[in-house]
């Protein structure tokens, strides 16, 4: 870890004591912006211009926002734009996957920097300057396969990974590709793989890895073997098909998973995708809650402290049963209320951590299964929660 990277994530611990701190923001939101991370540096800017009362201090962060946000140039209102009238155009055909077109970027995620920076080193900077890579004979692409307990930020870590590449997002359910006929489940996912090399660059993200990539001992004589059969040849990418598409796959069962996936080439990273620590939680309540109407005096720092354990979409869900009370008293007044302290701890009060149960499972796995240091990251973690 980098001298930058300590002093950000002692800052991220400052602002989870004190969430209100506007210098801290802006300092965080500079570092943010000298490490090449916009996105969240636009987020953390956004925030030290909202809580910072010094008219000098306050300036320098907007004038930061402004470079990171440049204004867009607005349309003339006096110019109409002719159309060609004509046929109809043909019907676009149906995707054979989800194709995301919200863009979200590492913005959007709260906390896992360390994660993040994995990515942006293996992924991100690649997409973004091919010319240095090429240089050493880099190749852009690969594949990354995430685990950890349910609702940890899996699947909007691949979203934000291809926001941040600017690149196409297919985001592959286990019904587009598992079908009930022999060859069809093969021949599908060729299709997606073919999809995804012309529309690159793209992120190509198989969702309940275990699903499509099972280890084939545990298949035995099931037509399953063929399928991973497939995806292993897919992977391969022979004569460099796979360039500019990146695989990412996510988890909560890695030791089901068949080990030839995880060779060099494949999903040569395979990255632990833990709860959210306590500044996470506090940097997640905070995106749940910023396009919300908000009471002023809202602890965010204490609730992060009293969520341990908590997931994201934990987190999240707290939130949205936290409205609930507003929006059924706005419906009966009609006067919108801001979501106060006392609604959130009602929803405190009636949520659950749902992490707990995977880590009594995977700490077997981690202590028994750990064959060539797979599983070394999330005994690190076991340690650290003792």
């Known amino acids: 870890m980098s001298r930058a990277e300590r002093t950000l994530a002692a800052l991220r611990s400052a602002l989870a004591e004190n969430p209100r701190n506007g210098p801290i923001w802006l300092e965080v939101a500079e570092i943010l912006a000298e490490l090449g991370r916009t996105s969240e540096a636009t987020e953390a800017c956004r925030e030290a211009v909202r809580y910072l009362e010094e008219k000098t201090e306050k300036q320098r962060a907007e004038a930061l926002l402004s470079e990171l946000v440049p204004a867009a140039d607005p349309a003339p209102s006096n110019v109409f734009t002719l159309v060609r009238g004509g046929p109809a155009a043909p019907a676009t055909p149906r995707p054979l ?28 900077l690649p997409f973004q300057h091919p010319e240095v890579f090429a240089a050493y004979r880099k190749k852009t692409g690969g594949g990354i396969l995430m685990y950890g307990p349910p609702g940890c930020g899996k699947t909007l870590l691949a979203r934000a990974t291809a926001g941040e590449c600017g690149a196409r997002f297919i985001n592959v359910a286990i019904d587009d590709v598992l079908d009930m006929w022999y060859g069809e489940s093969e021949r599908k996912l060729a299709a997606l793989f073919e999809e995804a090399r012309s529309h690159a660059p793209a992120v190509l993200f198989f969702d309940e890895m275990e699903a499509i990539g099972a280890s084939r001992q545990q298949l035995r004589g099931s037509p399953g073997k063929v399928l991973v059969n497939q995806l292993l040849s897919e992977m391969d990418g022979m004569s460099g098909r ?71 979409a934990d987190l999240s869900d707290l939130v949205e049963q936290a409205s609930e009370a507003p ?53 690190a973690y076991l340690a650290e929660q003792r």
């Open 242 to 312: 796979n360039d500019r598409v990146l695989v990412m796959g996510a988890t909560n069962a890695p030791w089901h998973v068949d080990p030839a996936l995880r060779r060099p080439g494949r999903f040569d990273r395979v990255l632990l995708v833990p709860p959210p620590d306590r500044p996470a939680r506090l940097e997640i309540l905070r995106l749940a809650l910023r396009q919300r109407p908000v009471a002023d005096s809202v602890d965010l720092a204490m609730l992060a402290k009293k969520t341990e354990g908590f997931s994201g």
């Open 97 to 124: 996957a989800s194709v995301s077109t919200e863009p979200v970027t590492f913005g959007d995620v709260g906390g896992l920097d360390t994660v993040k920076e994995t990515i942006r080193m293996r992924i991100v």
């Open 327 to 379: 929006i059924r008293e706005a419906l009966t007044n009609g006067t919108i209320r801001p979501i106060d302290e006392k609604d959130l701890l009602g929803a405190l009060a009636r949520a659950k951590a749902t992490t707990k149960e995977w880590f009594s499972t995977a700490k077997n796995y981690a202590t028994f299964s750990n064959v060539g240091g797979l599983y070394d990251d999330l005994v």
